[in-house]
């Protein structure tokens, strides 16, 4: 595993760990920090030895969005990102990456701002149940645009709207994340948020790593088009996988009541 200034890469049998690591600024990102997710979101895609990986933070945040400090005092603000944004080319997280195998975000304390891109773009996430979400944008005159664009595939909008609108004035709990489906599970205590996501990454990890691939390709691209479109793309990912040595080695395996040997990725 590289090393990182601002994050830790670990794996711990079939998942990978990519853990945010600012915890003095509450893992806010700054330019550093969004460059090296670029480079740590790859590593974990490339190593084969990591089949599911699970993103969360150190301290008492799991991410609170852009730097501030850094924004207002470096002589370039949010100038540093015009272009990186105007020709949305963006690597930062996990979609942004293109990666292929699981994610799980474990939401560990607050989460604000830039942090609904993990959320956005992760594929399953959990949260501590003292977890809080709040969108601070509109409060320091900022356009809340991209996170909650996301958020709006997997929740009702008018929430997403109203978490926009309400900017610093409002923190909604892990409980009414739940209840809007934008976590799927809270864990309680806190602090085996941790040993939970390791438990359901173990769990995930055990399926065949090939169709979990083509299936994650297939959902996520059913969210960029209609019913029909959606349902011939996820046709043709679908039989891609006709003829793959897992299609074989599942139902063997099933008969014969034993773990399934997988091919890697």
């Known amino acids: 595993m590289n090393k990182y200034e601002h994050l830790v890469v670990e794996r711990h049998g079939p998942v990978g760990w990519l853990i945010n690591n600012r915890p003095e600024r509450l893992n806010a990102m700054n330019n550093a920090m969004r460059d090296e997710f670029a480079d ?22 799991f991410q609170t969005g852009a730097d501030v400090s850094e924004v207002a005092n470096d002589g370039i603000g949010m100038e540093r990102y015009r272009e990186s944004l105007e020709d949305f080319d963006l690597h930062f997280t996990a979609w942004h990456q293109k990666v292929s195998k699981p994610v799980i975000t474990a939401v560990n304390g607050l989460c604000a701002g830039g942090g609904f891109h993990w959320i956005a773009d992760a594929d399953i996430v959990i949260a501590a149940s003292d977890a ?18 996301g958020l709006i595939r997997k929740m009702p909008a008018e929430a997403v709207m109203r978490m926009a609108f309400m900017g610093i004035h409002e923190r909604m709990p892990a409980t ?13 205590p806190p602090e085996q948020l941790r040993e939970r996501a390791q438990q359901i990454a173990e769990m995930i990890a055990k399926n065949s790593p090939a169709a979990m691939a083509a299936t994650k390709k297939a959902l996520w691209e059913a969210l960029e088009h209609g019913l029909t479109d959606a349902c011939k793309i ?31 990725l």
């Open 176 to 188: 009414r994340a739940l209840q809007l489906g934008m976590i799927s599970e809270i864990v309680d």
């Open 132 to 149: 809080q979400f709040f969108d601070p944008h509109v409060s320091i005159g900022q356009v809340v645009a991209l996170e909650a664009i």
């Open 234 to 264: 996820g046709a043709r990912h679908l039989v891609g996988m006709w003829g793959h040595p897992d299609q074989d080695e599942g139902p063997r395996a099933f008969a014969e009541k034993r773990a399934p040997q997988w091919k890697p």
């Open 40 to 61: 740590a979101w790859l590593e974990l895609e490339a190593d084969s030895a990591v089949r599911v990986i699970v993103h969360t933070g150190n301290g008492r945040s």
